[in-house]
């Protein structure tokens, strides 16, 4: 069973970064495109960003592009998001997700991805 565990959440004032990371168990992260989608109290669940199975191919929300970053280490069976610039309208629950496919693609629909991790809080005070 594959397992997704997300860290290195926190509290950050506006204009400062954060990193959080996810590290899959259960399987190899080589198998998975992977995916940050985030929910901020009282909304849904959001795409944020994705990247391919070989890690060539990336997708972003516009809300993030050019402030975040994702990554992954297929050796370390790991993904993270660089997160940039943070504003107060980042703060929410930051999801890992993983989904199969092809090699070169980064989905954004939320429908698109079988394994979920229990998500980090990400706070932006401003």
């Known amino acids: 069973q594959v397992q997704l565990v997300e860290s290195g959440g926190g509290l950050v004032q506006t204009g400062g970064s954060l990193r959080v990371s996810c590290a899959v168990s259960?399987?190899?992260?080589?198998?998975?495109?992977m995916g940050w989608f985030r929910q901020a109290p009282g909304k849904g669940r959001y795409f944020v960003a994705a990247?391919?199975?070989?890690?060539?191919?990336?997708s972003y929300a516009d809300s993030v592009k050019g402030r975040f970053t994702i990554s992954r280490d297929n050796a370390k069976n790991t993904v993270s998001l660089q997160m940039n610039s943070l504003k107060p309208e980042d703060t929410a629950v930051y999801y890992c997700?993983?989904?199969?496919?092809?090699?070169?693609?980064?989905?954004?629909?939320?429908?698109?991805?079988?394994?979920w991790g229990q998500g980090t809080q990400v706070t932006v005070s401003s």
């Open positions: 990247v391919s199975r070989i890690g060539g191919i990336t």
């Open positions: 997700a993983a989904t199969g496919g092809t090699y070169y693609s980064a989905p954004s629909g939320l429908n698109e991805y079988r394994y």
């Open positions: 259960g399987g190899t992260i080589s198998s998975y495109a």
